[in-house]
């Protein structure tokens, strides 16, 4: 499954729902939480249900967002969400480790609940200072965990920052839960770009998080999902770069050479991984 785009669909609108698997997204995340009003709760966690069992998604994958722990909505989701069948559990609002193990074992507990033999994995949003300050411990409380998104609307509100285009509210936020996932070996997963028409600050703020290593990125909108993809995908030059330097460094292997060089640049190791996650993404 590719992760470049997570594409957030609000889960009381059977419209949107029924065309998930057609925008172009890698991901759908059906949204039980700020998408829906406190009185649709539970008409939306239905029709989401109805969503994943009678109009499942095919050659995506699938997420739910959940309600957070802290609401009385969460557990009802959790229970209905794995028993109908999703990839992934969303939870968002998560700031501690022990948090994360609390929903590792509502996975579990469900599963056996329903008789599911299916592997759920969580998806954490961390949106909160204190959620950013345990972004390691978070990421590595549990094995049931496979990537954090970083909601930087709720993280700005609870700064009294301000939320810009250019993002420099966020960069902190940003490298610190981006390090936290490298170190932890989970997918690192952007905020989405908040400003629906701004389709030339939507690309620019995509290529920076490429350039720091995010594994993907979240989507507010159907008509972002393709340029978040183009700019997850490695340009031409650098697919054809990454091919040389595997064959150089073949080549230097078989021949028990050491150092050897590439347009004037030594090929190392670093280098080496650099290339192989150019190939992986040109391939995924
Ligand atoms: C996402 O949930 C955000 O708050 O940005
Ligand atoms: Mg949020």
Known sequence: MRNRTFLFMPGNNPGMLASAQCLGADVVIFDLEDAVAQLEKDAARTLVSHALTELRPQGVGVTVRINGLDTPYWQ???????????????????????????????????????????????????????????????????????????GAEDFTASMGAQRTAEGAEIAYARSRLLTACKAAGVLAIDTPFPFVSDLEGLEKDAAFAVQLGFDGKAVISPHHVHRVNQAFMPAPDKVNWARRVMATARKASEEGKGAVSLDGMMIDLPIIKRAERILLLADA
């Open 76 to 150: 009802a989701d959790m229970q209905a969400v794995v028993a109908a069948g999703t990839d992934f559990v969303m939870v968002p609002k998560i700031e501690s480790a022990e948090q994360m193990l609390q929903v590792a074992e509502a996975i579990e507990s469900a599963r056996q609940k329903c008789g599911s033999t299916a592997t759920v994995k969580a998806l954490a949003i961390i949106e909160t200072p204190l959620g950013i300050e345990n972004a390691y411990a978070i990421a590595s409380a549990s094995k049931t965990l496979h990537g954090i998104l970083l």
